[in-house]
Every structure is written in C-alpha cells, then in structure tokens.
C-alpha cells in the first residue's frame, strides 16, 4: 500500500513544504523572498509549494459565484433529479479541465468523509477520480473502509481502480479491500470460478454494503480507458457500440437510454453489480463536452445522486434534455444479480 503524505516526503520535508506554502499564500512573499527566507535554491521553493498543494497541505477557496455555472447546476438538478450538481468553470480550448473537476470531487468527498455519515465507501475507477482522490486533503478516518467495486487492470494506468483505492486509503488512513481479480476474465467460466474464491466473495460482500459510491463514467470507444487498459479488446468495443453502447458504468454498458445492453462482456465482468448503488449517495465524477452523450445516458439509468462535471458537458446536457427527465427507479430493469 502507498504511504502517506507525510512519509513520502519526509518529515523535515513536510515541514519545510508547510512553511513554504505558508510563506508564499498566507505571508504574501514571492518565491524568490520565500527562497531567501528558509535559505533554499528558487528551484527547490517552487517543487515544495506544488507538492504542499498536491498533497492538501493546501486548500484554496476561491470565493464568488459564477451565475452561469450556478444556472446550470440549478438546471440539471430540476432536468435529471440530482441531489446534488457541481459545474466548475470551461476550460480554454488548450487545457485539459481535470484538475478543476478532480478538486471539486475532492471538495465533496472531504465533506463526505467528515461528515463521518459513512462507513464504508465504494470505489470505482475514473481518471478524473484519480485526480480528485489526488487533491484530496489529508485526513484520518480511521473507523471507515474503502473497497473496490471492481476488479484489477493488467497495465498501470493512471485510472487504475487498485492504484484510485490505495491513493484513498492513503489519504484517509481508511482500511482498504481490493478483490484480487481482474475486471474482466477470460470467459464466464473463468468469471464463475473466480467468483466463489474466498477473498473475492468477502471483498463484494463488503463492497454491496456501502452506502456511499464514487466512480467515473466511462466512454465505449477504442480511445477510453476499457481499451486503453487492455481489458477489453477493440473489436469487442465495436461490438458493444453496433448493440447501441454509448456509456460504460462499473463495467455496464447502457444504451442512450440508461438501459443495460446484452453483450457477452457482462458475462465477463468481475464487478459489483451498479444496480446495488440505486437509492444510495453515488457521485459520478466526468466532464467535457465529448463526454455529454456518455454522461446523459448514466444519469438516465436513475443510478446516480450527485455529479461532479463541467461547464461544457453541463451546458450540452441542458439544451439537449429530454422533456420527461430521468426514469423514476421502478421502470428501470434489475441487472447482474450474480454480483
């Protein structure tokens, strides 16, 4: 398991970090006074302060609504039934918007987990939820559990699902469950069998009894994590796109819709079962407008309570509503009882 911030850098590191960080946004002073101040090369100053931010030495508010992002948010709540909605700012057409998302995922889950409202967490993967348990301040919640919804991916990847829970557990001193089983196996055999091992069964078992989810949401194109990962071959995505696919949710693939398709990959899936989140807080983390379509069908399956996106995606999803909204949970089929 990864270790904590504090023993990464080194204790003397992480007070020298502190102070610097302390000196350049609460002292007001430069990073060449900052440099001066604690005797230590320019270059060394700015490494210090970009890694007390990254390792929430550091929190940044920044005060003041934005009235357009705030209509959008208001918008989505009233179109797809959210609880609750947070669009941060678009980003210029060169910059990528994942760490803007990854630090308002963060804020919700730091608020989340103080909160002390939950005690076991499931956890899925995303890129942006990397960078949101990234951002991540800090704590000890030492009386909660993190665990995998799913299996591992062969490659490391930043999406990683194993590397997202060891990062959390990291930053929570939470204890973590990881299943120890791929996402995907090789046939349905295979997911059978490796279903009845004794750490996969307790590892799900714990994982069906959280009451609080976090994922992101995923793509279906040869570009998206699934492929990328290696896990599901490009042939196997074209097919799951000619079915009607347009997202992927712990595995699932729902149609624009909201409905499970038939493939033989959920066959293959090694995953708890998405329907279990229904009725609990499940906060799906995903923006970009590229993403809008993808987004729009998870929300229409009813299984997602708060959402974490962008100005891009949110303005799309708007303007593109359906007049009826979201299905209310009981036109919505039960999948993946195995799980």
Known sequence: MATSPALRLGSDDV????????????????????????????ARVQRLIARALRDGLVRISIEGPLSGCLRLEQRMLEIYGLEFCRVVPAMPDDATGISALGRAAADYLHEAFSSRRHRIVGVGHGQTLATAIERLPAGSFTDMTVVSVLGDVPHRVGANPFDVIHALADKTKASAYLPPVPFYAN????????????????????????????????????SAFLCRSGMVLP???????????????????????GRRIETELHDRVIALDPEIMRGREALAVAGGAHKAVSIRAALKSGLISALVTDEGAARLLVETAPESGVPTPETQPHVREDT
């Open 15 to 42: 007070d020298l970090a502190t102070r610097a960080a302390w000196l350049y946004y609460e002292g007001g002073l430069t990073q060449s006074e900052v440099s001066r101040a604690l005797g230590i090369p320019p």
């Open 235 to 257: 042939e196997e995505i074209r097919s799951v796109v000619h079915e009607g696919a347009v997202s992927e949710l712990l595995g699932m693939f729902i149609d624009a819709e």
């Open 187 to 222: 046939s349905p055999a295979d997911r059978d069998m490796l279903f009845r091992q004794r750490g996969v069964v307790e590892a799900f078992r714990l994982a069906a009894d959280a009451t609080f989810f976090v994922f992101g949401i995923g793509e279906v194109s040869e």
